[in-house]
């Protein structure tokens, strides 16, 4: 590194003073944090997408979001060249990048960590990065924030993409580095056509059904319904009403949005007894999470949520039928059979659980995040992983795409029409359809809905594929959540001692109880969950886990 670049860093570095005091931690998604501590948090991760584009030689994405949390609040998060999430043995030098005390500090980290990993400053290869944030008002001077950090690095080249939602800007820079076309109208045409085809695809027979074409979208108030809105105008055979599209003067995440819609089981603000049976979906913040509901007749507030784990079981069965479609009948000399993997993690419903299995699926678990739960699912030719809470998506390996391709050519010229090929033409339509780089509600939706008319399924036929078991969420405030340690995909307390045994001896007092604890990754709080055959039982266990954490973390309250 010359001196011109080091003291380019010094001087600009020296604009951005830490926030006294302030620990900070990349998380489960980036840094997360009220917006006001987060301006030299914010320049300190545009230096590091900036190495890191210079390291991988490749487009970085940045986003400005903090997703579900409270509109006060904001966050960073970087999107690697294949559009997925930073690369994890990257974060401990984040860490060390936003907690660095002053200038000199920081250039040093840099220095010591560009001579380790080799990165190279020497002008061949210019940094460049894609930005995006989402509607919060905090946005806009991160986002100068994020740029002067960017710009710290001699030649660096930044793209504001302008307001987004999370899974666009990582599609972005998926296709950026893919040398494909990448723009908001590119990404929108590419769902909307691959939409249109696997309706096209529909079997004339299962056209006339119980289905209504009206779907009832809550927006959050945030990006997701804005984007929504532009949608609509291009889509045909589907009737979007978005309530909640921020264009009302609500609050961002305020009692709307798909985080409190699956976590409170209540509909949100604007739905009521007007919507009952109708088929309702809520997305979150930044449009990377995706819940359906719908309002039962007679019901106060109460909804039937069907979650993530029941998108992700609609998403297996529909892959699977054409798979054995497609495997059953193998024409030619081009067979092969596709692995097939489903990904959760301990929030999913132990009856999702169950339900997927008895398909003859397999089921895998990770820890909370979808940078493990992605990893994992990229191991198979076809992996599905999603949050109970509605994050996921379908990915298809490239081996695979490629001989799908092949496959497809070849029954074109033997069998064109067939549903040897209509099976084929579907899968690669999905591919394109549901964002291979991170989950994505605009296009988890359009899929949905796709197959939903495909199947010929009303939302209520959909959510009796099985029987959640009653669930139950809390938070606990402690003194430090760090003090709690988990092993087993986070299902097992390592630390502090002896609490896991006390948990199990609540767990045993319940008929099909389970229940585990895990400091969360995005707010301040140690998260409870629990299941049991009732509601009454899972509040009941709920809460004496809770108590549990209280007692052996001290300080604690209930947000
Ligand atoms: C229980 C829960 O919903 N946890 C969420 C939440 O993480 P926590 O680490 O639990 O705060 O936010 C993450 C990012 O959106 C998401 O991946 C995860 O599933
Ligand atoms: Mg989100």
């Known amino acids: 590194m010359d001196d011109k670049q080091r003291s380019l860093l010094l001087e600009s570095s020296s604009r951005f003073p830490p926030p006294p005091g302030a620990k900070l931690s990349y998380g489960t998604a980036g840094f997360r944090a009220d917006a006001l501590i987060l301006q030299s948090t914010v320049f300190r991760v545009g230096i590091l997408a900036a190495l890191r584009s210079l390291k991988t030689q490749s487009v970085i994405g940045l986003m400005i979001t903090a997703s579900h949390n409270k509109v006060s609040d904001n966050g960073i998060k970087i999107a690697d060249p294949c559009g997925g999430m930073l690369s994890q043995d990257w974060e401990p030098f984040a860490d060390e990048l936003a907690n660095a005390p002053d200038p000199q500090t920081l250039l040093s980290l840099i220095i010591e960590f560009a001579k380790k990993e080799k990165i190279s400053f020497d002008g061949a290869f210019s940094a460049e990065i894609l930005l995006g944030r989402d509607t919060r008002p905090s946005g806009e001077s991160l986002l100068e924030a994020a740029k002067q950090g960017i710009n710290s690095i001699v030649g660096a080249v930044v793209h504001d993409m302008g307001i987004l939602t999370t899974p666009q800007l990582h599609w972005m820079v998926r296709a950026r580095n893919k040398g494909l076309k990448a723009t908001e109208a590119d990404y929108f045409g590419q769902l909307l056509s691959s939409f249109r085809c696997i309706m096209d695809l529909i079997p004339n027979e299962r056209k006339i059904n119980e289905i209504e074409d009206r779907l009832i979208v809550d927006g959050a108030n945030g990006v997701g319904g804005e984007k929504l809105e532009a949608v609509k105008k291009m889509l045909s055979g589907l009737v979007i009403e978005v309530l909640n599209s921020g264009k009302e003067g609500g609050i961002l995440n305020e009692g709307v949005g798909a985080d409190f819609v699956q976590k409170e089981k209540v509909v949100p603000h604007g739905f009521g007894s007007n919507h009952e049976g109708i088929r309702c979906a809520s997305l979150d913040g930044d449009a990377d999470r995706l819940v359906y ?42 067979n092969y059979k596709a692995r097939l993997g489903v990904v959760q993690t301990a929030y999913a419903n132990g009856a999702s659980t169950d339900y997927l299995k008895h398909l003859g699926l397999e089921v895998v678990f990770t820890p909370t995040g979808v940078k493990y739960l992605h990893t994992r699912a990229a191991q198979y030719d076809i992996g599905i992983y999603f949050e109970a809470n509605g994050h996921g998506t379908i990915l298809f390996s490239e081996h695979y795409l490629s001989w799908l391709e092949a496959k497809n050519n070849e029954l074109s010229s033997i069998s ?18 549901i964002n291979q780089a991170v989950g994505d509600a605009l296009s988890g939706l359009l899929l949905v809905e796709a197959i939903l008319q495909h199947m010929g399924w009303s939302i209520h036929r959909w959510s009796e594929l099985y029987q959640d078991l009653p669930s139950r969420q809390l938070k606990v405030k402690v003194v430090d959540r760090t003090a709690v340690v988990t092993a087993n995909a986070e299902t097992v307390v390592v630390r502090p001692p002896s609490l896991q045994e006390a948990i199990n001896a609540e767990i045993a007092k319940y008929t099909r109880g389970r229940s585990f604890i895990r400091p969360s990754g995005t707010e301040d709080v140690i998260r409870v969950y629990a299941e049991a055959s009732t509601q009454e039982e899972v509040d009941n266990l709920a809460n004496s886990v809770a108590e549990l954490v209280d007692q052996f973390l001290g300080g604690g309250s209930f947000p």
């Open 293 to 334: 509901f719908s309002v039962p007749s007679n019901s106060s507030s109460k909804i039937d949520l069907v979650d993530g784990d029941k998108i992700l079981s609609l998403f297996a069965v529909f892959i699977k039928e054409q798979l054995s479609i497609l495997e059953g009948d193998m024409k030619g000399n081009n």
């Open 416 to 433: 064109q029409g067939s549903e040897l090929q209509t099976a084929a033409l579907r899968l690669l339509a999905v591919s394109k359809l």
